[in-house]
């Protein structure tokens, strides 16, 4: 062992160091995209640990890449495969520091995984919005560090809507105490949004003051099959109309993707016929079950009259309502299963949306007949996961290898004709370090250049990530 783990397992203790041995549960992402190979594995277990560990690193100028719950989907949380990058996993940490009823806030430590910030939450009697399908692995941090969306965004923001303060440790080893249940502080450069987003390339989050909302009294979940994406877009502006704040999820799905569903998880139940787009509706209610229930059945019948819906169904209890999400939350399960496909996670105005994917879902088909267009998401946000699979029969990793660059560039390109963004919500990673060189303002380029420069000029966080 040399200098530099040795002096690292000193600091962190057997449980805190793990060097050799089978790390593949760390070194490799969940897409099955990246296989890499880490120096070690650190696991603090406080904040000091942190800090000394990045002290130790900036001493011996090791590089190291932070991990939450690796389920990112764009190659940042795992080691490349030169065996010197150092794996800082965060899953040790994951104390809920308090939770401040009052002040309707709640401070925990990064590596708490998402799902239990939530149950603290309710068992507090409040809500912790952030809400996606990989909850139950996912931690605050790496939600922090890739500013992550999910299905709540519409009503209450991304992680970074959700964020009052941050405490981080610095690539020097210093700790900036930044946790705060402040909801107006304009005491200079906002450092808690600068490092929201900036995917372990800044520094290391170690914990985090997070907004809580009160429990809504009823949530009602739907079903809408529309026609048409124009269809699902009016079937929105209606839905907003009547239920103002009320509207907490609108998420579509093409009859591909739910196709897909049935072929990789048959066991799943589709309550609506296949349509064109299924639309998945969420009203959370303030006032009672009744008002909720009326002002959901009022918008609905409305959209089966007026047309823009031609079949609904509303879930009957909380049983049919976490079906209706886990059917929508198992598209990537069900891609994942059927192997390697090429993933966009874009976004755009509303209004572009509908014209955007007809003009691509026409390009790709005459450019290879056959493709299968996997177009789901967050509509309400105006994030589509447009996702792109091979032809039936037509291996995976020969289909990415010919043709995802010039896919990628059809997408982008029409993303970028109608003022989009190519990542909503995932991130840049490595995956798409060299699409933002070439697509992202040149001026904003040469100011994040300038403040990773300013933050870690020896480029020892996440290098090779983002910028
Ligand atoms: P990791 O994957 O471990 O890390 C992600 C990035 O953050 C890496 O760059 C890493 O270096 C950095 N990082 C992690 N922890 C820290 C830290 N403490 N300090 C500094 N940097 C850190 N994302 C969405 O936004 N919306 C969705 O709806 C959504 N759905 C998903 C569904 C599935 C099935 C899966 C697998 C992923 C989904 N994701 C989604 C992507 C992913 O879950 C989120 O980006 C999540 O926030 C990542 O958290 P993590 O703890 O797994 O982070
Ligand atoms: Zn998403």
């Given at each position: 062992?040399?200098?530099?783990?040795?002096?690292?397992?000193?600091?962190?203790?057997?449980?805190?160091?793990?060097?050799?041995?089978?790390?593949?549960?760390?070194?490799?992402?969940?897409?099955?995209?990246?296989?890499?190979?880490?120096?070690?594995?650190?696991?603090?277990?406080?904040?000091?640990?942190?800090?000394?560990?990045?002290?130790?690193?900036?001493?011996?100028?090791?590089?190291?890449v932070p991990q939450g719950g690796n389920t990112g989907l764009v190659g940042g949380s795992t080691p490349d495969d030169s065996g010197q990058q150092l794996l800082l996993s965060l899953t040790r940490m994951k104390r809920v520091r308090g939770i401040d009823l009052a002040n309707a806030s709640l401070t925990a430590e990064a590596g708490c995984v998402l799902a239990e910030i939530q149950t603290a939450a309710a068992g507090a009697g409040m809500l912790f919005p952030l809400s996606l399908a990989a909850e139950g692995s996912c931690t605050l941090g790496g939600n922090l560090a890739t500013n992550a969306g999910g299905t709540q965004v519409l009503r209450y923001g991304n992680a970074r809507e959700l964020c009052l303060g941050l405490e981080v440790v610095t690539v020097a080893g210093e700790i900036w105490h930044g946790l705060s249940g402040l909801r107006k502080d304009n005491t200079g450069y906002d450092l808690r949004d600068l490092f929201i987003g900036s995917e372990g390339t800044l520094g290391v989050i170690t914990a985090a003051t997070m907004k809580l909302y009160p429990q809504p009294k009823e949530r009602l979940t739907a079903l809408a099959a529309c026609a048409s994406l124009d269809d699902a877009v009016a079937l929105l502006g209606l839905a907003r109309e009547r239920a103002g704040d009320a509207l907490t999820g609108f998420e579509v799905m093409n009859r591909a993707s739910l196709a897909l569903v049935a072929r990789e998880l048959p066991q799943l139940p589709q309550p609506l016929p296949a349509a064109a787009w299924t639309v998945l509706l969420e009203l959370s209610d303030a006032e009672s079950a009744e008002h909720a229930r009326s002002v959901f059945e009022g918008l609905l019948e409305t959209a089966l009259e007026g047309g823009c819906v031609q079949d609904a169904a509303i879930a009957q209890n909380i049983q049919q309502a976490k079906a209706f999400w886990y059917l929508r939350e198992s598209i990537p399960l069900a891609q994942a299963q059927a192997g390697l496909n090429i993933k966009h996670d874009i976004s755009l105005p509303v209004s572009a949306i509908p014209g955007f994917v007809a003009e691509m879902d026409a390009v790709l088909a005459a450019y290879l007949p056959g493709i299968e267009v996997i177009d789901f998401g967050h509509l309400g946000d105006g994030n589509l996961h447009y996702n792109v699979q091979a032809p039936a029969g037509v291996a995976a990793a020969e289909f990415l290898a010919a043709h995802e660059s010039a896919i990628n560039e059809q997408v982008y390109d029409a993303v970028q004709r109608r003022g989009g963004s190519i990542s909503a919500e995932h991130g840049i990673g490595r995956l798409k370090r060299e699409e933002l060189a070439q697509r992202k303002d040149p001026t904003a380029l040469a100011l994040m250049r300038a403040i990773k420069r300013a933050l870690d000029p020896l480029d020892l966080l996440n290098p090779g990530r983002l910028v």
């Amino acid at each position: 062992m040399n200098a530099f783990l040795a002096a690292l397992r000193e600091q962190l203790g057997e449980a805190g160091l793990l060097v050799g041995g089978d790390l593949a549960a760390y070194e490799n992402d969940w897409r099955k995209r990246y296989a890499g190979k880490a120096l070690a594995v650190a696991r603090p277990a406080s904040t000091e640990e942190v800090a000394a560990v990045m002290r130790l690193c900036h001493e011996h100028r090791v590089p190291v890449v932070p991990q939450g719950g690796n389920t990112g989907l764009v190659g940042g949380s795992t080691p490349d495969d030169s065996g010197q990058q150092l794996l800082l996993s965060l899953t040790r940490m994951k104390r809920v520091r308090g939770i401040d009823l009052a002040n309707a806030s709640l401070t925990a430590e990064a590596g708490c995984v998402l799902a239990e910030i939530q149950t603290a939450a309710a068992g507090a009697g409040m809500l912790f919005p952030l809400s996606l399908a990989a909850e139950g692995s996912c931690t605050l941090g790496g939600n922090l560090a890739t500013n992550a969306g999910g299905t709540q965004v519409l009503r209450y923001g991304n992680a970074r809507e959700l964020c009052l303060g941050l405490e981080v440790v610095t690539v020097a080893g210093e700790i900036w105490h930044g946790l705060s249940g402040l909801r107006k502080d304009n005491t200079g450069y906002d450092l808690r949004d600068l490092f929201i987003g900036s995917e372990g390339t800044l520094g290391v989050i170690t914990a985090a003051t997070m907004k809580l909302y009160p429990q809504p009294k009823e949530r009602l979940t739907a079903l809408a099959a529309c026609a048409s994406l124009d269809d699902a877009v009016a079937l929105l502006g209606l839905a907003r109309e009547r239920a103002g704040d009320a509207l907490t999820g609108f998420e579509v799905m093409n009859r591909a993707s739910l196709a897909l569903v049935a072929r990789e998880l048959p066991q799943l139940p589709q309550p609506l016929p296949a349509a064109a787009w299924t639309v998945l509706l969420e009203l959370s209610d303030a006032e009672s079950a009744e008002h909720a229930r009326s002002v959901f059945e009022g918008l609905l019948e409305t959209a089966l009259e007026g047309g823009c819906v031609q079949d609904a169904a509303i879930a009957q209890n909380i049983q049919q309502a976490k079906a209706f999400w886990y059917l929508r939350e198992s598209i990537p399960l069900a891609q994942a299963q059927a192997g390697l496909n090429i993933k966009h996670d874009i976004s755009l105005p509303v209004s572009a949306i509908p014209g955007f994917v007809a003009e691509m879902d026409a390009v790709l088909a005459a450019y290879l007949p056959g493709i299968e267009v996997i177009d789901f998401g967050h509509l309400g946000d105006g994030n589509l996961h447009y996702n792109v699979q091979a032809p039936a029969g037509v291996a995976a990793a020969e289909f990415l290898a010919a043709h995802e660059s010039a896919i990628n560039e059809q997408v982008y390109d029409a993303v970028q004709r109608r003022g989009g963004s190519i990542s909503a919500e995932h991130g840049i990673g490595r995956l798409k370090r060299e699409e933002l060189a070439q697509r992202k303002d040149p001026t904003a380029l040469a100011l994040m250049r300038a403040i990773k420069r300013a933050l870690d000029p020896l480029d020892l966080l996440n290098p090779g990530r983002l910028v």
